[in-house]
């Protein structure tokens, strides 16, 4: 299969635009190859004619949809350049992925957004996952480098490159991040890792700029060596830099800057006063770019980064001053002015040249900074020294020679700091482990093509010409060796080879070699080297002249041609600077200069980067060394080569980042600016390697799986894959060239997997066609079948009309017959059925007496039976005994007879001479054996002796303890006597003991009350003596005024006493901040020892389980969700509950429920329709069903006492003594009968000797039987010590009875057990006879109960007969009635005997988990809960589902939500961690608060205080973590804020406290707290407020802080009002940083923000008291930062601007009025600066000075005076403030405040308000809350 068979129509193909690039588009028609043209349609519909001229003018093919999107671009089956394209674009746009893999490199697109994908947890996924397997990622890539480093133990490299602004920083830093992390360990963490990521800063600082493409832009290369010792672990790291742009230090394109660290020290310039400087537009090298800032990068906040940057890397304090000094000296010496003058020399001519003006500040600025002679360096600037052979001369610059020999001196010094800085990185980052292996990261700069080439690109994409030399023979290397692996037949693949290129620039006679040579000419210039070029290199094929002009040369690199301009080349590559001038800076005495440019060991080997300078030397002999020293192009082109030689010694991995688009918007794809990109960074040359031999490959079971729809059933082959794919392919593809076999994979030619899914398409869609015809006649056939049925429906419809006309009057006709005929029957049916009642009574009673009858004979025939079995019995058994006993006697009489006849036979052989011979035979034998047989008898009979002896002293302790027995019963009875007797008189005496304390404690109670009150009373007395002579005195003195006095005197007072509890409050509030602070740094602390210690454990390579990360603990979350039921709330129907209606028509007054529903019991009983005619009393019924339920109360609460008693623990250890007295009697009885075993044993042994061996074994095991019985008689003693102790206290005792008790309590504790057996069985005895007596009694109730439907049923049949058929409804419906209420109640006794039931599994439940606890099993607590509340839902749903259909009234609900125990964090976390502010200001206001509360109220209804406890301190760590976590949302501080007050308002206004009751209404009396008293916690959760009202303060003041300047004192509603005086220096910069200057007025911007913060603070319902709190703060900080600003600006003191000040503060104010704030405190914040505007307006003569001390009271005396001082007239008609006037000011406002304790200057912008949060009670009820769909709580139950 060819690739011109695959251009049919249909076919989708890319074909170029001039502006995206490449689209796509569909051919028309299929391509012939006679034919010269190809119709397509695009995709936005055109349509157009391509010109085919051959087949390579055929369009690009795309990718089939399945490859569209794929991770690897090698993948795709088609690879070319609209390919690629297309798949990034998907992917970046589409699917927002912003990694994709070309082969071995990472392709990553910079998507100018933060991306959540670098935490932790993608640093454990990926660790330990081969490259490939998950989605493409820069950490996969530094996994690969780090397991490939441990695995193959070989260094390892990742090449980061791309253009400026691709993100290769960003890359590069996250790739050091991981391995940071997984190469840690607890010893360097803190000093290699942090180390490494803390250079970048400072890295950043001083070598990165802003360029036109890139806001942060690297302008030199760095390679960072990270090491590694033997465990793997990060040792030190090394810095390699190269190629630093030193020209951007003195110059910079437009819409430039120059290096972040200039702009950084001016920004911080009041902090760092000794440097001198000021704003940055004030600095020549920093203004040439036209725009100094960058838009959202704040310079004094990257300073302070730097600086905490440099400071954690080691510099010493001396060593950051000086090098700030440096950094400030070349700013200054880039202000040095030079003019034209005439310069005077001795002896001869006056020449003209330049001079620097003796008093010119920036040159002393820079003497004092770097040390140095200014005078010398003031000459040496403007003066050269040129030697000759014979003289010297002193040569004058010009000012353009002057000005360019500055800025070499400048670029110099700026180098050499660079190159230092780098050395004392590397030192810092040196470590003493030894080197074992190491991963460097490469960031260095990308291919780079600008309007205007230069020296620097030149550089630059020579080093990228190297780099790419290096990626394409690795790419091939790794290509190649794949089809090895494989085995499979290959060719060579033709690359492109850079060796060309590379040869152009550096080979002999190359272009730097020219440049090296002209550089040593002595008239060298560009224009010459021009020339050389354009006659030596023209036979290079990648070198061309410029179109136009002559000092231009084109170079045609890999990525594209460039054009560079010579100028300047020349002077870059000598970059020489003026000896003199060097001299002058290392003679200075700043130390720092002297370590940079005077020790030679601290410069950077050939590895580094900067240059060595060419110096111009006065003596002649250095000018033999000049011509050896190296040229920047030489320095450059041998540190590239190393770097080259590191990299090709290591692995290497690439990363090529992408710049998408240059306007910096996120997630835009620009196919024009990425496809140049792609070019330049080798993407493409990757895809045209892979493309050029088998770019697609499929493992064989994947290609089986894919296309074996290709394929017939015969063809297939399971144990052989190969097999079948090859039988694919071979019918499919027939060059066989298009495909080779390997091992394990399948390897594809382009174009044949998209082939292989064009066939798989065809043949789906044949499979489809005939699947969708089979589909379509079954659709036809059923509309067919319906159409006919509709027809057949009409005319049977029509039929079936006219057949109903004809049979309605037919059956008109037979209704009258009809009715007659049913009327008749009826009456006969009625008589029948009245006989018929009478003959089943006659035969219901006959039966009952036949019945009888046949029962009593029945009864008779058993009883006789009976009789008959015992009494054949009997005579069977004596029958037998009889029978039996003749047996014997005739047994005994045979062998008589036998024994006899045997004894004969004995007599006569014993007289035999042959029997005395046996019996003698062996006599001696015998004797012997008798002998040794006595000896052993005699053995045993000692030991049985000794055994007799133990026998008859256990018969006396036997005796012993019987007689003990006896005493101890007397004992017994005399102690509980004598016990009663005292616990009667213990109890009068206590009696009478209570009754005399509480007449003493009443007698000294009134004694005390009568002293109190005589006490008051006497002191009443004398205040109101004393107060009436007060009274007398001031009437004496003076009777006008006293009532405006004694008012004022209590206003006063009431200041005081307020002003105290402020200080008190706010002392308090800033402990609580201080707690709160250090309570986060604990948690960092915590933090940082948690990854300390997480790092201590040693990696190992291939264990993923030494990476150890804290992960967030996840709360567990049962899910029990609760259903809204009141058929689940409620057991049972009560009667109460069911809606009585009275019918005063009816006589009997039945009562009817409205509207029942019918349920399937009661569908039943309608169907036997029965009648009840006796009245119902409801009345009657009622009062029972009252006092049922409270019996049931009762019986609840006994029963909840007496389970509490059975579970207690002296019941549990009440049991324990019992079963162990039952063991120990037990163990005694068994011991008692193997002594009676014993004795026999004993008698048989001394009665027959015959047996005596066989008896002492039996003995011996009884012996050892008996010692392991006595061994568990003493365990069971002691485990029931406790019960011994009164009996040996009686032992103790002097008394008769102790001497028979022993020491162990024996015959005592034995007692004790059959007394407890006797009570336990009388206990069961009274227990059977209950529930027998139970069960009677039910038997009785229940003949009684059928006895009474018996005769009611019969009252009803002979009320039927003559009742009416309204009456019998009626009937019918108080029969239900009283039906339904008798099954309610049956229904109300099952339940009960359910719950009996269940209560009694619980307490056997809780015994098996008692005493698995004592096995040693522990089960857990949720486990038993969940079986009882499962087993609970079960009964309630079983009894829900019989409950009769009386519908109950909605009594609402109790305003709870109950929970589980353990619940807690899923409620937390449902309501606090998973809530969003957006999604909870759709919600009602303060929900989570309410639902919280809700949850309190069950725990206090409960009272369970556990529970109460971990919701409560729960919430407040969740509010914090949510707090802490999203620091910059606001909005999520305000509903938090929202929530927790009205948590503390809940539990105020529910809490039943009198103060907080008056404005509830009854039923939230009714709903407050029973148990608890959270006065604490309401504490607990006031302190979290008050933390989250600092954070959101805080935060709104970060907000403001750059708009309140500008909004309040520099701007000018109307332009020119103020007048500025000439010469008066603008703030521009305060107003440029804000983000609306532009468009917006300040004023507006400020209040636009605070209206949005009011906006979002009443959206989530904040109280309003709490909203003009929070603004009084922030109109404080408005306030002090306005006034300290007024205070240090001198400019701004005149009448014209406190006028200015004045109008836009009434802004505020009238904001404040708008939005209903209090507005009084409000604007008494404001006060201090709306005084000094007014101060600035008054008027300033000598009798003022009592005006204006009064009119700012707000402002203390030094601030008065400051403003008086700093005030100056900006008209000539104004007079400047007098300093008598100041004077007296300052004398008058001397007795204002004699002590001066307020005499601050500036204002306390972190002065906090005293914050309270006044009660607000909520009138929303509780009943009434339901848990939205929104919050996930199903483990909430309403109730």
Known sequence: MTSIELYTKGTKVWIPHPEEVWVGAELLENYVPTKKSLQIRTDDSQSKTLAIASENDLPFLRNPAILIGENDLTSLSYLHEPAVLYNLQVRFCQNRYIYTYCGIVLVAINPYDELPIYDMDTICTYRGQPMGDLDPHIFAVAEDAYTQMEREQRDQSIIVSGESGAGKTVSAKYTMRYFATVGSNATTETHIERKVLASSPIMEAIGNAKTTRNDNSSRFGKFIEL????????????????????????????????????????????????????????????????????????????????????????????????????????????????????????????????????????????????????????????????????????????????????????????????????????????????????????DIYGFETFEINSFEQFCINYANEKLQQQFNMHVFKLEQEEYIREEIEWKMIDFYDNQPCIDLIEAKLGILDLLDEECRMPKGSDASWTEKLY???????????????????????????????????????????????????????????????????????????????????????????????????????DSLNMLMSTLNATTPHYVRCIKPNDTKTSFDFNQKRAVEQLRACGVLETIRISSAGFPSRWSYQDFFYRYRVLCKFKDINRNDMKITCRNILTMYIKNEDMYQYGKTKIFFRAGQVAYLEKLRAEKLRKCCIIMQSTVRAFVWRKKYLRITNSIYNIQRYARGYLARRLADKLRRNRAAITIQRYVRGWVKWSQYNKKKMLMINIQRYARGYLARKRFMAMKYNAMALVIQRYARGYLARRSMLKRKRQIILCQATIRRFIARRRYKRMRIEARSIEHVKKLNKGLENKIFMLQQKIEDLNVFKEESHKAQNEISDLKARMLTFKAMEVEIKNLKSLIIKKNDSIRDLETSVKREQEEKMDLVHEQE???????????????????????????????????????????????????????????????????????????????????????????????????????TIEQSSEFPDHGYGSVRSTSSNNSHVKLENIEWKTDSDTNNGEGVPEGPERTPSSSSSSENTKFEANKVDVALVLKLQHKLAEVEREKGRLQKRLDDLELSPRTESAEKSFCDSIKISEMELSNSNLKSQLMELRSALDDDSGGKNQLSI??????????????????????????????????????????????????????????????????????????????????????????????????????????????????????????????????????????????????????????????????????????????????????????????????????????????????????????????????????????????????????????????????????????????????????????????????????????????????????????????????????????????????????????????????????????????????????????????????????????????????????PDVISQIFKQIY????????????????????????????????????????????????????????????????????????????????????????????????????????????NVKAKLGTRDPDGDNQSLLMDIKYRYTIRFPFNPSDIHLEDIDIPAAIDLPMLEKL
């Open 1258 to 1663: 039996q003995l011996r095991n009884l012996q050892v039987e008996l010692d392991r019985k006595s061994e568990e008689i003493i365990q069971l003693k002691s485990v029931l010590s406790n019960q011994t102790n009164n009996l040996k206290s009686l032992v103790s005792s002097k008394s008769r009875t102790g001497e028979y008790i022993n020491e162990d309590g024996e015959l005592a504790l034995a007692y004790e057990t059959q007394k407890t057996i006797n009570k336990q069985l009388e206990l069961e005895l009274q227990d059977e006879k209950v529930k027998y007596k139970a069960h009677e009694k039910e038997y009785k109730l229940e003949i009684d109960k059928l006895r009474e439907d018996n005769e009611r049923q019969q009252k009803i049949l002979s009320s039927n007969l003559q009742t009416t058929p309204q009456s019998q409804t009626e009937a019918f419906m108080q029969l239900e009635i009283t039906r339904l209420t008798a099954e309610n109640l049956q229904l109300v006794d099952n339940n009960d005997l359910l719950s009996d039931q269940l209560r009694k599994l619980k307490k056997q439940l809780k015994l098996l988990h008692r005493r698995l606890k004592e096995l040693g099993i522990d089960l857990d607590d949720t486990v038993k809960d969940d079986i009882i509340i499962s087993g609970t839902s079960a009964v309630a749903t079983k009894h829900s589902r019989s409950m009769p259909s009386i519908k109950k009234k909605d009594t609402g609900f109790a305003g709870m939500f109950a929970y589980k125990e353990g619940a807690e964090p899923a409620i937390v976390r449902a309501l606090i961690l998973d809530l969003k502010p957006r999604t909870a200001v759709t919600l009602l206001p303060c929900l989570p608060a309410y639902i919280l509360f809700m949850c309190v109220r069950h725990t206090d209804y409960t009272d369970n205080e556990e529970k109460v406890r971990l919701l409560l301190s729960q919430f407040a760590k969740a509010v914090k973590k949510v707090i802490r976590r999203r620091q910059e949302d606001i909005e999520t501080k305000a509903l938090w804020l929202s929530n927790t007050l009205r948590l503390i308002h809940c539990m105020k206004q529910y809490s039943g406290d009198k103060d907080y009751r008056a404005m509830n209404t009854e039923k939230q009396n009714e709903q407050r707290l029973r148990n608890f008293d959270l006065s604490e916690y309401r504490q607990m959760i006031c302190d979290m407020g008050v933390f989250i009202y600092q954070v959101l303060v805080e935060q709104m003041k970060e907000r403001i802080q750059p708009l309140i300047v500008p909004a309040i004192l520099e701007h000018e509603e109307i332009q020119g009002l103020t007048g500025g005086k000439p010469g008066f220096r603008k703030r521009a910069t305060s107003v440029a940083e804000s983000p609306v200057v532009e468009t917006v007025k300040p004023t507006t911007a400020l209040l636009q923000e605070l209206s949005s913060k009011h906006k979002i603070l009443t959206f989530y319902a904040v109280d």
């Open 535 to 637: 006659s030596k290199c023209v036979k290079y094929s990648h070198f061309g002249k410029a179109r136009f002009g002559t000092t231009a040369f084109i170079i045609n690199h890999f990525a594209d041609k460039v054009q560079y301009e010579s100028s300047g080349f020349l002077e870059k590559n000598r970059d020489t600077v003026i000896e003199e001038q060097i001299n002058v800076i290392k003679n200075g005495s700043n130390p720092l200069l002297q370590r940079v440019f005077g020790v030679e060991v601290e410069k950077l080997g050939p590895s580094k980067s900067g240059t060595k300078l060419k110096i111009i030397s006065a003596k002649q002999t250095a000018t033999p060394a000049k011509s050896h020293k190296k040229t920047v192009g030489s320095q450059f082109r």
């Open 1005 to 1107: 109670k009134y004694q005390k009350e009568i002293d109190e009150e005589r006490n008051h009373w006497d002191e009443e007395t004398s205040k109101l003596r004393k107060e009436l002579d007060n009274i007398n005195e001031v009437l004496r003195t003076s009777e006008q005024g006293t009532e405006e006095k004694i008012k004022v005197r209590l206003e006063e007072e009431k200041l005081l006493l307020q002003k105290q509890q402020d200080n008190e409050t706010d002392a308090y509030q800033r402990l609580l901040e201080e707690y709160h602070q250090l309570e986060t740094h604990c948690e960092n602390l915590q933090g940082q020892l948690h990854d300390m210690n997480r790092s201590s454990h040693i990696r190992n390579g291939h264990d993923m389980n030494s990476l």
């Open 227 to 442: 090491q590694f010792n033997k465990q793997n672990q990060i040792s030190g790291a090394s810095m390699r830099t190269y190629l630093l742009e030193k020209s951007r230090v003195v110059f910079q394109a437009p819409d430039e800057r120059n290096y972040h660290i200039f702009y950084q020290l001016c920004a911080a310039r009041k902090s760092l006063p000794y440097l001198e400087l000021d704003d940055c537009t004030k600095f020549f090298y920093l203004i040439q770019g036209g725009n100094p800032y960058v838009d959202g990068v704040d310079d004094f906040k990257a300073y302070e980064e730097t600086l905490n940057a440099l400071n954690l890397l080691g510099f010493k304090e001396d060593e950051i001053t000086n090098v700030f000094k440096i950094v400030a000296g070349i700013l200054h010496l880039g202000n040095i002015e030079f003019r034209e003058c005439m310069i005077q020399q001795e002896n001869e001519q006056d020449q003209e040249g330049c001079g620097i003006q003796k008093n010119d500040k920036h040159l002393k600025h820079l003497g004092n900074l770097l040390g140095v002679d200014t005078a010398a360096l003031q000459q040496w600037l403007c003066i050269k020294k040129i030697v000759s052979m014979r003289e010297v001369f002193m040569k004058p610059m010009s000012i353009q020679q002057a000005v360019m020999s500055r800025d070499a001196l400048a670029k110099h010094i700026y180098s050499e700091l660079f190159n230092w800085i780098v050395v004392i990185i590397n030192k810092a980052l040196e470590s003493d482990v030894p080197r074992h292996k190491c991963i460097g990261v490469l």
């Open 1676 to 1783: 404080y900080f408005i306030c002090a930062s306005s006034l300290n600003n007024l205070l240090l600006r001198k400019e701004l003191c005149h009448w014209s601007k406190g006028f200015q000040i004045r109008h836009n503060i009434s802004h505020f104010e009238m904001w404040t009025r708008e939005k209903h704030l209090d507005e009084a405190p409000i604007q008494a914040a404001l006060q201090p600066i709306i005084q000094a505007a007014q101060l600035l307006q008054a008027r300033k003569h000598e009798e003022d000075v009592d005006s204006v001390c009064d009119m700012c009271s707000a402002l203390t005396a030094m601030q008065i005076c400051k403003i008086l001082s700093l005030y100056t007239p900006v008209d000539e008609f104004e007079q400047r403030v007098s300093p008598t006037f100041i004077r």
